[in-house]
Each structure stands twice: as C-alpha cells, then as structure tokens.
C-alpha cells in the first residue's frame, strides 16, 4: 500500500456559528500532487491552516508525514513546508537576504545557510536578481521567491495555498513546472486552488471542497463524468456505413440526411462504454473513420457540484499573496 503523507478523518472547524469544515476526510499518498478545489469560503484555506499546525480543529484525526498532528505538532512542523496567501516576502531587503533569513529561521550554519540559499536561488532563476530588493521583483519572481524560501528546510510535504493567484498566463506555467519538477524529486505537494485548469494540469487527485463537506473526489477524469453531457462521436465518409451505424448504434430511429455522416452517441467516456460501442460497430461490419470521446470539463463539474461560476482569472500581476511557514 501506497504510504500516506497526510490523512485526516473526521476534520471539524468552527467560528463561533460558523461551520467552516464539517467533517472532512482527506487522504494524500506520499509524492502526489492533491488538489482541494472549492469556491471563496469552502473552507481550504482552513483546512491547509489545521493540517500545517497553524490552526487547531475542533475535532478530527489527523496525521503528516507519519506523525499525529495532536501528539507531535513539532514533528510535523519539520516535515512541511507552507506557502500561503500572505507573502512573507520582505520587500525591503534583497532576495537573498530574505533567503538567508529563513536559513537562519531553520537554524542552518552560515556556510550551510548560503549554500542552501544559492542553489535555491539558482534552481528557481533568481541569481541575477538576488542582490535586488525583493520590491523590484514583478509578481511571477516573487511568487518564485516565496516557494524557495519555503524549500530552505528541505520540507518533504508542501503545501500552496493558491500559489497562482494573480500572476499572468506566462508565470502560471513556470509555476506549474516548479511544481511538478518538486513532485519528481519524491516531494508530496497539497494545493488549494479556483483554477480547474491547474487542477487538471497538475493534480493526481482532485476533493471538491463546498460549505465544509467534500462533495467528490477523484481523478479529474472520475470528476468529468460525474456531470450529463459526455458523448462519442462517430464520423464516416462513407453514407451507406453511418446509415448500418446509425441503425445498430440508435435502434428504432431511422438515420436522417446528416450532410456531417456523423453519430453523436451518449456515453460517460469509460473503456466499458466505448468498448461495448466498438463491439456493436463490428457486430454491424462497419467501421468508423473518426472516432472522438467528448466529456465535460471541470467547469462543469465546478458549477454543478458547487452552484458556483468559475471566478475569472485575471491576467494581471499584484502584489504576492502567499505566506511561508519555517519547518
């Protein structure tokens, strides 16, 4: 069995009345990247605050990196790394400044502190600007700085709370591959996101997080075919095949002039699905030129699970908003 990096169970939070998580359970294998998915107010950034020692639960089972959050704050504490809304980012010394600040935070040596520090600074291309006041950075560099300072402790769990918010098409794809490239050196990384592109992107697995519940989780394919819409269309050149198609693949309705010579056949996309569909064409002695599997996209599960439109995603680049946690 898979080991587990994070594994909650029972995860209960409330403000006052306010019920911001209301049973959540979550599991994490180590070295994947799981994506909570939800609108403003579903509870992420809670959940990511109780699960990195920052917030205590009302209720719930909780363990990090093989440590019982309860028992062991501080063993937890050392194996995660945070990068939250809030940069902690200091705008008024340099890069490597801010660099050599966490290393101190970390208790490094000097000589380690500045080792760690460089090759970090190289490995997210920040060397020709680290000597430059963190101020000067655009909002791509900084989001960049903040995930390098929250390395600096060598975290095998990090968690980034909407690590894109904010930053232009360009520097949300260089995130995506600092991402990934932490997730292939064996790193486990938990991230909130509003962006169904970069849960589908990135995640391996995706929880649906609405009013404190999760209300699904899976694979982002599992999500798609949650919701109506899927379909295989079936083109032909040949008409005399999609009207042999039409009759084994629509029984009792009598194939139309389609100009297209094209069947749309309802389907949720599985292999089951399409291979009973193949088997039905070969019964018939046919066979389709173009095949193509259409499902709907996140969007559509976002909206149908969560009443909720997905929030637009603004090209511009503002200030940082992300915080980081010294293990």
């Not at 209720?59 to 959050?69: K, M, Q, S, Y």
């Not at 390395?151 to 095998?156: A, K, T």
């Not at 918010?165 to 794809?173: E, F, I, V, Y």
């Not at 083109?235 to 389609?258: C, I, K, M, N, Q």
Request: no cysteine.
């Amino acid at each position: 069995m898979t080991d587990l990096a994070i594994a909650a169970n029972g995860l209960r939070k409330s403000y006052g009345d306010k019920v911001v998580l209301d049973g959540v359970d979550l599991t994490v294998p180590a070295g994947t990247i799981f994506s909570l998915l939800g609108p403003n107010g579903a509870g992420k950034t809670t959940a990511v605050k109780i699960l990195s020692t920052l917030v205590r639960p009302d209720a719930g089972e909780i363990r990090v990196g093989g440590h019982d959050l309860a028992a062991a704050p501080q063993a937890v504490r050392a194996a995660i790394g945070v990068t939250g809304q809030f940069s902690a980012v200091d705008g008024l010394i340099t890069g490597e400044e801010n660099m050599l600040l966490m290393a101190d935070l970390h208790h490094l040596s000097k000589s380690e502190g500045r080792r760690v520090a460089a090759e970090l600074l190289r490995r997210f291309d920040l060397t020709e600007a680290a000597k430059k006041p963190a101020s000067t950075y655009s909002g791509g560099m900084k989001r960049r700085l903040d995930i390098a300072m929250t390395l600096v402790g060598d975290p095998r769990i990090i968690f980034l709370d909407e690590p894109t918010t904010g930053l232009d098409p360009r520097s949300r794809h260089n995130m995506w591959q600092i991402i990934r490239e932490l997730v292939s050196d064996g790193v486990t990384v938990f991230l909130t996101t509003q962006y169904l592109e970069e849960a589908d992107e990135l995640a391996d697995r995706i929880a649906v997080l609405n009013e404190g519940r999760i209300v699904a989780e899976g694979t982002a394919d599992e999500l798609k075919r949650i919701v109506p819409g899927g379909h295989v269309r079936l083109r032909f050149t040949d008409p005399a095949a999609y009207r042999r198609a039409a009759l084994a693949l629509v029984p009792g309705e009598e194939p139309g002039d389609d100009e297209s010579l094209s069947l749309r056949i309802p389907s949720d996309g599985s292999q089951r699905e399409l291979r009973s569909l193949l088997d039905r064409l070969d019964a018939a002695g046919v066979e389709a030129d173009e095949l193509t599997v259409h499902t709907p996209d996140l969007d559509d599960v976002f909206f149908a699970l969560t009443g909720t439109k997905v929030p637009a995603q603004s090209a511009q680049s503002p200030q940082s908003a992300q915080s980081n946690q010294p293990a």
